[in-house]
């Protein structure tokens, strides 16, 4: 992927919010229905519990009303809508038109859907758009996997569940907060991790996490080398909340200590698309970027797809 051209109109986040789902469901209930227990969930993936329930409109439209009302600003100056999902409320139209009349906004919207990666997708494109003149852009990452999970496998039933996180990105004089980024895919491993249309995710589940330490420890080092920065110099890295395993050890091999890492799995499970907004945005004790930090957001899921970006916290 290439470097940021010098002279790119910059961006920031102005505002943000989240939703999780009103069920929680702890492992121990879990328990009561399927062969697991509390202990091999914890150990095996750091999950504790996770919260289900809500349309992925449901939840777009709050996060995404509670971004724009901490970034003070009315749904009318918003330029566009991008909402990442895996899981649209309907095959067509997109949930972000739903989205759109739901918030009242007035302004093109669209989906993208590239798995657990999609909320650093999606926010590549939004400063895409901010560079082609957009003032305002609203971007959500929600997903409602508690829909496409059978709740009778042990295999994958532990690890999903529903969440969004919104933010509101504005244009800035200055040079804004994107550094570096990167987004890959490979759709030769598609096999390893899919729903088909109307069925439940399908999942090689030691295949995935071996190739999800690689994609991600790769994309984080080709966003690095992009933003010219080091390992050393990261303050906070927001990796994908699918297993603390994975996120051990992509900050092993990353050279990033494990205290650094923005880590909320143990309460909301795997969310897909929302789970890096949520470890970054959500109050649930994680660790959390200051003013002047650099943050590392890094990503991967189906496709297989990876993506990363590095923040300057708060840059103007
Ligand atoms: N509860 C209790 N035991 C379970 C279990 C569960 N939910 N799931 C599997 N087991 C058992 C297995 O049957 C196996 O038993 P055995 O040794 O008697 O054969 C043992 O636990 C180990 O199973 P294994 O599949 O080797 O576990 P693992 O350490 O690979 O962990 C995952 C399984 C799915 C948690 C792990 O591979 C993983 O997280 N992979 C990545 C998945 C992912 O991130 N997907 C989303 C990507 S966006």
Known sequence: MPKIPDHVRGARFTGWGTALGHKVVTNDDLAKTMDTNDEWVRERTGIQRRHIGGSTSELSAISGAAAMKMAGVDPSSIDALILATTTPDRTVPGTSATVQNLLGLSCGAFDVNAACSGFVYALVNAHGLIAMGAERVLLIGTDTLARITDWTDRNTAVLFADGSGAAVLEATSGRGHLLGWDLDADGSAEEIL???????????????????????????????????????????????????????????????????????????????????????????????????????????????????????????
Request: charged share 15%; proline share 3%; with cysteine.
């Open 194 to 316: 899919y729903a088909e249309i109307g069925g439940n995710i399908q999942m090689e589940g030691k295949e995935v996490f071996r190739r999800a330490v690689r994609i991600m420890v790769d994309s984080a080092q080709k966003s690095m080398a992009h933003a010219g920065v080091t390992a050393d110099d990261i303050s906070v890295i927001v990796p994908h909340q699918a297993n603390i395993r994975i996120i051990s050890a992509a900050c092993d091999r990353l050279g990033i200590p494990m205290s650094k890492a923005a880590v909320v799995l143990q309460e909301t499970g795997n969310t897909s698309s929302a789970s890096i907004p949520l470890a970054l945005f959500a109050d649930l004790g994680q660790t959390k970027p200051k003013q002047g930090d650099l943050v590392l957001l890094v990503g991967f899921g189906a496709g297989m797809t990876a993506a990363s970006a590095i923040l300057e916290w708060g840059a103007q």
